[in-house]
């Protein structure tokens, strides 16, 4: 089974628009993170947003928030009033236990475009 | 500002050849990583090293070898390249952190090889 899974291969939305980005994840750990990277064209990955298994506020940042659903397993991305520059593609991950030594696990990614 | 580097952005080799990708980051991290991304697939961990001269296979290791001499360089080793090798090599490096908590992982720009 998939550890991360991110429904939406690929999105269109207008400039200016809000955009929800959906992730689920499967864990039986208590303890993890999970993570929101960027990637433009260029390649670069972009941190954008973390949220702690613990963490009872959603997380934010900038236009960035995460909706964080904890018995859903549920941390989709929310990016509001959308702009060119954000055509990406976007990827969640999850790190689980403890020491930050493991790697992420990512899902296959969401293709963003805005248009226009 | 924080640097992770890749040695090269492109590289094209012939089935068969023993292939050195190589890393080095300047923020002191014990922990390094190595992905390859493949389109729909997302990224997928190759190895790790949470220390100098320690490894750690990750969910993709066969086919290759890590090595880790100094701190600051994690090289990932192809024996002998193969097409199915071709695409994209990314480096990442954190801090250690014990518990679950928000740690980072820093990206280089990647490494595109297409095997022949």
């Known amino acids: 089974a998939q550890k991360i899974t991110q429904t939406q291969p690929g999105m269109f939305v207008q400039e200016k628009e809000a955009v929800t980005l959906d992730c689920t994840y499967d864990?039986?750990?208590?303890?993890?993170?999970l993570f929101w990277y960027k990637q433009p064209s260029s390649g670069e990955m972009i941190f954008l947003i973390y949220q702690g298994s613990y963490d009872e506020q959603n997380a934010t940042e900038g236009r960035y928030s995460l909706n964080f659903q904890k018995a859903r397993k549920s941390a989709n991305l929310v990016i509001s009033a959308s702009q060119l520059g954000d055509s990406a593609m976007y990827f969640c991950?999850?790190?689980?236990?403890?020491?930050?030594?493991?790697?992420?696990?990512f899902g296959k990614g969401t293709h963003l475009i805005i248009q226009p | 500002d924080v640097k992770v580097t890749q040695s090269s952005r492109y590289l094209v080799k012939r089935t068969g050849e023993k292939v050195f990708l190589e890393c080095v980051q300047d923020?002191?991290?014990?922990?390094m990583f190595w992905y390859r991304q493949d389109p729909g697939l997302g990224l997928r961990l190759i190895y790790f090293s949470y220390d100098v001269k320690m490894k750690e296979k990750g969910d993709i290791p066969e086919g290759y070898s890590v090595s880790r001499e100094k701190k600051e360089r994690f090289s990932l080793i192809l024996e002998s390249a193969s097409t199915n090798q071709t695409s994209m090599y990314l480096c990442?490096?954190?801090?250690?952190?014990?518990?679950?908590?928000?740690?980072?992982?820093?990206f280089g720009p990647g490494t595109r090889l297409t095997v022949l």
């Open positions: 991950a999850m790190r689980e236990r403890g020491g930050g030594a493991d790697g992420l696990t």
């Open positions: 864990t039986s750990d208590q303890s993890y993170g």
């Open positions: 923020m002191d991290h014990e922990n």
């Open positions: 990442a490096s954190s801090s250690y952190e014990t518990g679950i908590s928000y740690n980072e992982q820093f």
